[in-house]
């Protein structure tokens, strides 16, 4: 259906995997991406790690962070639309925001996808579609891609 939302914890290669769609929709004429991350921080590594794998290319991604897409009053148009950090899309102004961008295929990306507490869940399926992958963090760590994690306590 084009839309959907990819649950997978920090540190699982979110950027990674935003960079393989990307390539993958080329193969089959997606090109034009609007690339949404939900600060300006986050939307720097995420294009620089697109420009790196992606090089040529690249100019047919729009980045935007949630706040500036909220501020647009005209409308995007793309064949497609990747959200970061997608939980945060139930936000009554980034909602409004991402209802702007006109794109077949929309895709987020969130460690906790419908996790909001303020009853929100619905919209942020409304706008990208449901949970249609999942990877969890003990899997990632019994197949190696994570290590786990250490804790010791240092007396000063």
């Known amino acids: 259906m084009g839309r959907g939302v990819i649950k997978a914890p920090t540190g699982s290669g979110k950027t990674r995997i935003l960079t393989a769609i990307i390539m993958a929709g080329r193969a089959v004429g997606i ?8 600060n300006r921080e986050l939307l720097t590594q995420l294009l620089n790690t697109l420009h790196e794998k992606i090089g040529a290319g690249a100019e047919d991604i729009y980045p935007c962070t949630m706040r500036e897409l909220s501020l647009r009053r005209e409308e995007i148009v793309a064949d497609g639309v990747l959200v970061d950090e997608a939980h945060r899309v139930g936000a009554e102004t980034h909602a409004m925001g991402i209802s702007r961008v006109r794109a077949c295929w929309r895709i987020g990306l969130s460690a906790t996808p419908l996790d909001r507490a303020d009853g929100r869940n619905g919209l942020v399926i409304g706008l990208l579609g449901p949970v249609v992958g999942e ?3 003990t899997s990632l760590k019994s197949d190696g891609f994570l290590t786990p994690g250490v804790v010791r306590q240092i007396i000063m």
């Open 135 to 137: 990877v969890s963090r």
């Open 31 to 38: 090109r034009k991406w609007v690339v949404i991350a939900p």
